[in-house]
C-alpha cells in the first residue's frame, strides 16, 4: 500500500510540473514512477500504460515527435496486450499518434488512427459525450488540411450535433 501513496505522489508531482510547462521534471517524475511500477508491478500493467502516455504527451509539448510516437506505441502496444487494445487508454495513445502523423502531413495515417480511437470513445461513452465532438473535430481539421471540406464540414456538423446531445441530458 505504501508503494501506491508514494506511486501516487510521484505522478501527481509529474502532472503539476506538466501543468507548469517544466517538461524535464515532469518527465523525471514519471520516470521515476515507471521504475516503481516496473518494480512492483512487472512491465505490463495498466500504471505503465498510464505512465507511457504521460510521458509520450511531454514530449509532445516539447516537440521531440520522434520520443512522443515511441511511447505512445509503447502504451498501445502493452494496451493491446493486456486489454485488447479498448481502453480509453489505447484512445488517447491512437489519438496521439494520429495527432504525430497530422502534424508530418500525413493524412491518411492520421486518419486511420483518428477513427480507430473515435471508434473506441464510442464503445466507451457512446455518441452522447463531449469527447466524441472532440474527436470529430479533430477530423475536420484532417479533412480540411487536406482540401477536402466537404468532408470536414461533415465531421465539424457531427462534433455539433455530440456536443449539443451531449449536453441535452
Known amino acids: 500500500k505504501s508503494h501506491l501513496n508514494i506511486l501516487n505522489n510521484m505522478i501527481n508531482i509529474g502532472n503539476t510540473y506538466y501543468s507548469q510547462n517544466k517538461f524535464d ?3 523525471e517524475y514519471y520516470e521515476r ?3 516503481i511500477v516496473k518494480s512492483v508491478f512487472g512491465e505490463k500493467h495498466k500504471y505503465t500504460i498510464q505512465l507511457y502516455g504521460n510521458i509520450a504527451a511531454v514530449y509532445s509539448k516539447k516537440g521531440d515527435d520522434e520520443k512522443a510516437f515511441e511511447y505512445s506505441n509503447i502504451s498501445l502496444s502493452i494496451d493491446t496486450e493486456l486489454y485488447g487494445g479498448e481502453t480509453n487508454e489505447a484512445a488517447i495513445a491512437l489519438n496521439n499518434i494520429a495527432s504525430l502523423y497530422h502534424k508530418k502531413h ?9 477513427y480507430k480511437a473515435l471508434k473506441i470513445k464510442k464503445n466507451i461513452f457512446g455518441t452522447k459525450h463531449a469527447l466524441i465532438a472532440e474527436y470529430y473535430n479533430s477530423i475536420g481539421n484532417v479533412f480540411k488540411d ?3 471540406y466537404t468532408e470536414a464540414l461533415k465531421n465539424y456538423q ?4 455530440s456536443n449539443s446531445i451531449a449536453h441535452i441530458d
Open 106 to 114: 500525413d493524412y491518411e495515417k492520421a486518419l486511420e488512427n483518428m
Open 146 to 148: 487536406k482540401n477536402e
Open 25 to 27: 521534471k515532469a518527465i
Open 33 to 35: 514512477s515507471l521504475n
Open 158 to 161: 457531427k462534433a455539433i450535433y
